[in-house]
């Protein structure tokens, strides 16, 4: 499976990449935010144990730490940090990849970036991939283009 193609599958069996008590958590939380992708990476964020400071606990920052996630998805997918060179060339190399694999190799470049244990972001990154809709992830890099330049006006 490409990237393109784990993107374009059907929310639950995205979910289904992650660990099975995390399957279990994420589908509690989005039965309780009606399948409402970000604001269940936000529980998730604040609802999670974690070893590191920047994470986890504090509700009021939530927002703020999922929206760390999505820039590094962003730059991630959408190609335009080196950072991430070496992972998206691992992807690409073959078309034999796993849900999971895909996921852990996501999780662990971001988590890395971010100073996180990857485990503890994935399924925040899952959501944020399940949020994506069935865009191709081209539409979607366009589109966060758009988000950054209003962002960037409305300063």
Aim: proline letters at 3%; charged letters at 25%.
């Amino acid at each position: 499976m490409t990237l393109d193609e784990f993107i374009q599958l059907p929310p639950q069996e995205i979910i289904k990449g992650l660990d099975s008590y995390q399957q279990d958590i994420i589908n509690v939380i989005l039965d309780r935010t009606n399948n409402n992708y970000l604001e269940a990476a936000d529980k998730w964020l604040i609802a999670s144990p974690s070893n590191t400071a920047k994470f986890g606990g504090d509700s009021s920052h939530s927002a703020i730490y999922r929206d760390k996630i999505v820039l590094e998805v962003e730059r991630f997918l959408c190609g335009n940090d080196p950072v991430y060179e070496k992972e998206r060339r691992e992807l690409q190399l073959n078309s034999d990849k796993t849900q999971q694999y895909i996921i852990g190799v996501l999780s662990t470049a971001i988590g890395s970036q971010l100073g996180v244990v990857g485990t503890f972001i994935s399924p925040v990154i899952v959501l944020i991939i399940i949020s994506m809709g069935k865009m191709c992830i081209n539409a979607w890099c366009e589109m966060r283009k758009e988000i950054r330049k209003e962002n960037e006006h409305e300063k």
